[in-house]
């Protein structure tokens, strides 16, 4: 008699909590996913929301979801509804009632349960391949199958139901099987366990830890009570009904005569999920929180908090000059041009880099020269800059710098580049001014001999005259008897000795030295944080230069313990570009922070040169041109 009332309060508790249980499932819930933030700052997850009979509620819009970024509120981007597939495990409870058989058909209870877990299977998509496991008591039937080799599984699947006694080893097992990290977020995971009754009186507390890791792990329980309808009414019928509410799922019981469910009617909520993403406005890095908030009719969810790391900083651009050095002169057809320099503007190219790994669009880039905004980009491109260089009439040095912001407000400044320019002035003077207007000298000299000729021949019949008097005076000269005697030169010597010395005397010559100009390429010093170095770049001039540390094998000495004695070589090829090969050195050489290969290596322009750990940007004179593509429209006669 006392264990009889034992067991009629042992019943009661066990429904007790299966009520209160059930009441808390009628909860509506929203369950947020571990956040994506790899294409930062668009920033993706996945979330489930249920409603309060625990079906999934499809149909959301945008608008009907926010989300709680660090305490402020931002609405979603995108809100897509996508099908998962299903991890299941099916843990069969082996005992005698599994084997209990149809009277007309000689078919076991068992065997009926296989027939229609192998037709569901087989009805299942191809586009969403559930992931599917059996075990038993004995451990792993097949893990982590397709449709298909879970059927032969259970095909193949024929214990001793007979010889078998009912414990909760399966379960373990099951939930050891699924409660491994799934291959793709989102995934839902189920375990259906079929069970006869067990005769265990402390069953509720032997579940109560599987209850727990169930929970924990968001593994739904669905539990095929198989027996006689006697046993419907018993503890372990009443504990295996607590295990499946108490774990989101549910318990159908089966004597032999009821009409077994879709499996599907189980597994059809837990086969959608919404892709949610948003843009995140996140300007600090560490850990942030992440929570979602859902309207629905009955009123609002909120998710459980979310935690992320994120690795934020601000964009780093610098400029890549050709040229430290600019030359102003007067134009190459008017040298003597006291009024315009050329160049007048010179164009400055950047390159912008994000030290996070997470790209973003600018929203502006700024020129600074000597601190004052040159030049200034809003909208693309935002790599290249105009630079004005009207003002510059005298040689001196400037410093520029560039700055970029990006979408998040984030914003950079470079290191100074000094950069000189030069003012070549042109010739001053009468000099100059004679050989600037040349031409129209010449021709104005041309037209006043004509006018000169002219008046004289207008006047010339005025003068006749004077003309013949001049004829008599010249004949009388040349007659002579009235030719003048000249006086003898009375010292030879001392004439003769000056035409001597002026013979003898060399002529002076004067030598005109010519510059060599800019040369077509030049390694830029770059620092270990990526900006360049306050250093001079090296010219690349000679057709073919080597790198080392020894001074006589090599033509530009690299001072870093890194650096071989015969480190590398740089050729320039016919078509004008530039080889770089590795003299076998221990440090290497490297482009773009890959060992270049042993033929070497065509550099192209702003790619990252490292000689051991000397770090180089190298840049040509003229950069290239981006060739827009060119679309020919063909049209298709009928």
Known sequence: MRKFFALLLSLGLLFGAASNVRAQQNLASADLYPADASAFPTVSAFLDVFDTNGIFVSGLKPEAVSVIEDSQQLPVDSLIEIAVPLQLAVAV????????????????????????????????????????????????????????????????????????????????????????????????????????????????????????????????????????????????????????????????????????????????????????????????????????????????????????????????????TTSLQITRRAPEDDPFNTEVLLPAVQEVEIIVEFPDGHPRPLTRTTLYVDGTIMDENTVEPFNLFTWNLAAYTSTGEHQIMVEAVDTLGLSKASMPVPVVVTVVQPPKGISALLARYRTPITFGAIILAGLVLFAILISGRFRMPSIRAAQEARRAEIDPLTQPIRALNPMPSLVEEKNKKRRTTPKKTVTVSKSNGDAMASFIRINGDGVPAVAAPIQLFEKEITFGTDPVQCTQILDDSSIAPMHARLRQTEDGGFLLLDNGSIAGTWVNYEPIPREGYRLMHGDMVNFGQLSYRFTLRVPPVNQKPKITVYSIEE
């Open 93 to 320: 409870n082996q005992g005698p009632p599994l084997d209990a058989r149809d009277s007309t058909t000689n078919t076991s209870r068992f065997q009926r349960i296989s027939q229609i877990l192998v037709q569901w299977a087989q009805s299942r998509p191809a586009d969403l391949p559930d992931d599917y496991s059996l075990v038993s008591q004995a451990g792993p039937v097949i893990n982590h199958a397709s449709a298909a080799d879970f059927v032969v599984g259970l095909n193949t699947f024929q214990p001793d139901f007979r010889a078998a006694t009912p414990n909760l080893q399966s379960l373990a097992i099951a939930l050891d099987t699924v409660s491994a990290q799934t291959t793709r977020l989102g995934v839902k995971r189920a375990i259906l366990f079929i069970t006869p009754h067990t005769d265990d009186i402390n069953i509720a507390s032997s579940l109560e830890p599987y209850v727990q890791r169930a929970i924990e792990n968001d593994i739904r329980i669905f539990v095929w009570f198989v027996d006689l309808e006697t046993t419907f009414t018993t503890t372990s019928a009443a504990a295996f009904n607590n295990l499946a509410i108490q774990t989101g799922g549910s318990m159908f019981k089966f004597s032999g005569l009821e009409r077994f469910p879709d499996p599907e009617s189980y597994f059809a909520a837990l086969r959608r999920v919404y892709a949610l993403s948003y843009t995140s406005r996140l300007k600090a890095a560490g850990e942030h929180s992440l929570i979602v908030k859902v309207i629905l009719p009955a009123g609002q969810l909120t998710s459980a908090e979310q935690k992320f790391v994120m690795d934020i900083q601000p964009p780093n651009p610098f400029p890549v």
